[in-house]
């Protein structure tokens, strides 16, 4: 059964940075592309960034750009986004997800079939 779970929120003060973690089973990440979501309480989800299967291809919000970084470890199955510089508005519950038949990086939720739970991070002094 493919799973995502996310690991590394938490709460953190404006300026710091975190690693969130999104560990799959069930596949093979080598096959899949992985999209970082993020909602925040009233808002729609939001795509932050996205890797395709390659590592090759990344893709980043302009919000994310020049603070967070994707990068995948296909022998851990594991994605990460660090996130640096942190800003009280990136304050959301953070999502990662993927779909089999996603084979270019996309910030369209319904391009993603499997989501993990969740990993909430705070940004506040």
């Known amino acids: 059964q493919l799973q995502l779970v996310e690991s590394g929120g938490g709460l953190v003060q404006p300026g710091g940075s975190l690693r969130l973690s999104c560990a799959v089973s069930?596949?093979?990440?080598?096959?899949?592309?992985i999209g970082w979501f993020r909602q925040a309480p009233g808002k729609e989800r939001e795509g932050v960034s996205c890797i395709d299967m390659s590592g090759d291809n990344t893709k980043y919000s302009d919000s994310a750009k020049g603070r967070f970084t994707i990068s995948r470890d296909n022998a851990k199955n594991t994605v990460y986004l660090q996130m640096n510089s942190l800003k009280p508005e990136d304050t959301a519950v953070y999502y990662c997800a993927t779909d089999p038949r996603l084979r270019y990086v996309s910030f369209n939720p319904t391009d993603y079939e499997y989501w993990g739970r969740g990993t909430q991070v705070t940004v506040s002094s």
């Open positions: 069930g596949f093979t990440l080598d096959d899949y592309s």
